[in-house]
């Protein structure tokens, strides 16, 4: 349904009586649900076929209203000011007394949030009076949502509502970063970990594959379009989708690209929509030449190596 008034009372009809809707965010579609009921959270980690040990981001409109479930503090305060809204997810502490729903955070004592920039996003969480579970909008494992169109191939009719808010800025997923102890990068995403590190003037660990999944995004397999993919190809097969960073003048049926000029911002907001349909057009295996590994090229590789555990 597209962006109007009378949609986004809809969706708050379908949100108060626990349902699960599609929503756009900035970076890839969400799949939403009331945060603060045990009843909807489940309803997000059926409908996603999703372990219930890995939790879910929730989406705050403002401070004002994070403030009655976590605990803030100076490393927050200085990263909301220059970045949020926007990509980036901070992991705070429960407040004893929150009413987030157990099932976001498998029981634990800490809290995965974002406060999206997406204008639909945002009329939509100004209409409600608690915050939204939203983790991207797919099965489990598989491709994430960059596309209204994308949402309903996942899930057809067991989602009520798909708000469509055009294609996604960004394309891929929220930069997670742990603020309740050291910060450490928990995910690499649409946030440059440079610019992190500028704004709170040190420099922070990362930690993107542990033995516990403690943020959303460090799985093994994730991302997967579920077909085999290969990394860092020089030469296709005429079988295989190649998948390449730049337009080049000799155009094959099975040569996919990501940007026109090398770009890794466009290549990045790409390449789910790519994927998505190289494994729609029938292809059996992908393959992908090397991706400069700088700034959003770290991002698109994480990605692809995730994707390459199918």
Do not use: Q
């Given at each position: 349904m597209k962006f109007n008034q009378s949609n986004i009372k809809k969706a708050k009809k379908y949100l108060d009586q626990n349902y699960c809707i599609g929503v756009p965010t900035e970076t890839v579609y969400g799949l939403a649900g009331n945060a603060y009921s045990n009843k909807a959270v489940k309803n997000i980690f059926k409908l996603k076929?999703?372990?219930?040990?890995?939790?879910?981001?929730?989406?705050?409109?403002?401070?004002?209203?994070?403030?009655?479930?976590?605990?803030?503090?100076?490393?927050?305060?200085?990263?909301?000011?220059?970045?949020?809204?926007?990509?980036?997810?901070?992991?705070?502490?429960?407040?004893?007394?929150?009413?987030?729903?157990?099932?976001?955070?498998?029981?634990?004592?800490?809290?995965?949030?974002?406060?999206?920039?997406?204008k639909v996003f945002k009329e939509l969480l100004k209409s409600l009076s608690y915050p939204l579970a939203a983790p991207s909008a797919n099965i489990s494992t598989k491709l994430s949502s960059v596309e209204a169109s994308d949402v309903k191939e996942e899930f057809g009719s067991k989602v009520k509502l798909i708000l469509d808010g055009g294609k996604c800025n960004i394309g891929v997923e929220s930069t997670i970063i742990d603020l309740t102890s050291k910060p450490t990068i928990l995910r690499l995403g649409g946030l440059d970990i440079s610019r992190i590190e500028k704004i709170l003037g040190k420099r922070v660990k990362i930690n993107i594959n542990p033995k516990k999944k403690i943020a959303p995004g460090q799985s093994l397999l994730h991302y997967s379009p579920g077909i085999p993919l290969k990394k860092n190809i020089k030469k296709a097969k005429k079988y295989e989708a190649f998948i390449l960073i730049k337009k080049r003048n000799v155009t094959l049926n099975n040569y996919y690209y990501l940007s026109k000029k090398n770009n890794l911002k466009e290549a990045a907001k790409n390449l789910y929509s790519c994927l998505r349909k190289i494994k729609n057009k029938g292809f059996k295996s992908i393959v992908v030449e090397k991706i400069p590994n700088k700034g959003m090229g770290k991002v698109i590789n994480d990605r692809l190596t995730r994707a390459s555990k199918y």
């Open positions: 076929k999703r372990p219930a040990n890995n939790p879910l981001i929730v989406h705050y409109l403002n401070i004002n209203s994070l403030k009655k479930d976590c605990l803030i503090n100076n490393s927050f305060c200085k990263l909301h000011n220059k970045f949020s809204p926007g990509p980036i997810t901070y992991i705070l502490k429960l407040k004893k007394n929150s009413k987030i729903s157990k099932y976001v955070t498998n029981k634990k004592k800490n809290l995965a949030i974002r406060f999206p920039r997406h």
